[in-house]
Structure formats: C-alpha cells, structure tokens
T-cell receptor, first 112, second 114 residues
Framework: DAKTTQPTSMDCAEGRAANLPCNHS???????VYWYRQIHSQGPQYIIH???NNETNEMASLIITEDRKSSTLILPHATLRDTAVYYC?????????????FGEGTQLTVNP | DTAVSQTPKYLVTQMGNDKSIKCEQN?????MYWYKQDSKKFLKIMFS???????INETVPNRFSPKSPDKAHLNLHINSLELGDSAVYFC?????????????FGPGTRLTVL
C-alpha cells in the first residue's frame, strides 16, 4: 500500500471548517484513499473513502486531486467532539488483503 | 447495541501469566481483526480472520494465539505475558477481506503487564 504524509498537528476554531491534507504521491490506480479518526481512548472510527471522485457523507467530505497524489478531508463545521487523531490511509481495493496500515496521523484540536 | 464489543476493557496482570481477550461483533461481518496500539500510539495489525480462517498473521510472537469459534467471535489468547505486551488491543470487523471494506473497531482492551 502507498505511503502517506500528513501534518503532525492542526488547530481549528469551533464552528469553522477543518481541512486536513494528505499527500500520497505514490498511489496506484487501484488504491483507495481512506480516512479514519481516533478520539482519545476510543477505537478508530471510519469516516470516508474514495477512489477518484470527491465524496461526501454525513460526517465529512473528501476531495481528491485530479492526479490523485493528494487529498483533503473536510469537516464542514468542526465541533469540540471532532478533536481526534485523523489517519489518511491508502490501500488497494481488492488484492492487498484487509490490513489497515496506520501512520502517525494528524492531531486535530478544535478550540472553543 | 454495541457493534464490536471487547472484554475486558482493562486487564492488569503479572509477567508470566496467561490471559485472554474476547471480541464479538453483531454486524454480520465475515472478517475480523486484532490490532495492537503501543505506548507511542502506533496501531499495527496482528491477525485477521475471514470466515474463521486465518488470512493475516503478522510477525507476532507465537505466544499470541487467535481463535475464531465462529464468524462473530475472535478471541486473543496470550501466553507467558511480558512487559512489552502492555498496550491497547483493538478488535475490528469488516464485511469482507477486500481493501474496499471499511473496518469497525471495538473500544479496546488496555493490557498492563507488571
């Protein structure tokens, strides 16, 4: 699975959009971009994933660049409960098996 | 209803003991996993089972033995516990083993070996 690079930490004001970047310049054509988050002392939580097109669900939006070498997770109206470590993971859809390879992630702190 | 549950939540034990952690999922998923999160917060896959068959076995000491009695359960037994085994262990499940399936994680079991 391709390696990802994320900033170590970010801050965001409550109620504002949080934009979390991820670089994955070695991504292959069959690899998805996944985002998970881990709130302190809890298990990781799936947020969203995408292959080529931008995706949106009730939690977030995922914007993938046309060359697929980077992506941005957007939390449109961050709340204090969104404070967590956010992990960007790239993994093949069918052939690489089921493991998730977690990096260091981005510690997002939402401030009141 | 809890989707992926683990017991116990906390486990404190002495070096050399044998202990088990249980995991159950009520999502009807075929695939289950064990991950370890160490003190530096890195999450690493340990094992994965699909339909009760082992499909991933990372470089884990053979003191760790997973057991899947049925698709809804994946237990982790650890023999001869060592100080370095202290960590948080997370169970997870997914619909299938393919990479496109999102994984659902349990709340974790914090193991402390004294």
């Amino acid at each position: 699975d391709a390696k990802t690079t994320q900033p170590t930490s970010m801050d965001c004001a409550e109620g504002r959009a949080a934009n979390l970047p991820c670089n994955h310049s070695t991504i292959s054509g069959n690899e998805y971009v996944y985002w998970y988050r881990q709130i302190h002392s809890q298990g990781p939580q799936y947020i969203i994933h995408g292959l080529k097109n931008n995706e949106t669900n009730e939690m977030a939006s995922l914007i993938i660049t046309e060359d697929r070498k980077s992506s941005t997770l957007i939390l449109p109206h961050a709340t204090l409960r969104d404070t967590a470590v956010y992990y960007c993971i790239v993994r093949a859809a069918e052939t690489s098996g089921s493991r998730l390879t977690f990096g260091e992630g981005t510690q997002l702190t939402v401030n009141p | 209803d809890t989707a992926v549950s683990q017991t116990p939540k906390y486990l404190v034990t002495q070096m050399g003991n044998d202990k088990s952690i249980k995991c159950e999922q009520n999502l009807g998923h075929d695939t289950m996993y064990w991950y370890k999160q160490d003190s530096k917060k890195f999450l690493k896959i340990m094992f994965s089972y699909n339909n009760k068959e082992l499909i991933i076995n990372e470089t884990v000491p053979n003191r760790f033995s997973p057991k899947s009695p049925d698709k809804a359960h994946l237990n982790l037994h650890i023999n001869s516990l060592e100080l370095g085994d202290s960590a948080v262990y997370f169970c997870a499940s997914s619909q299938g083993w393919q990479g496109r399936n999102e994984q659902f994680f349990g709340p974790g079991t914090r193991l402390t070996v004294l």
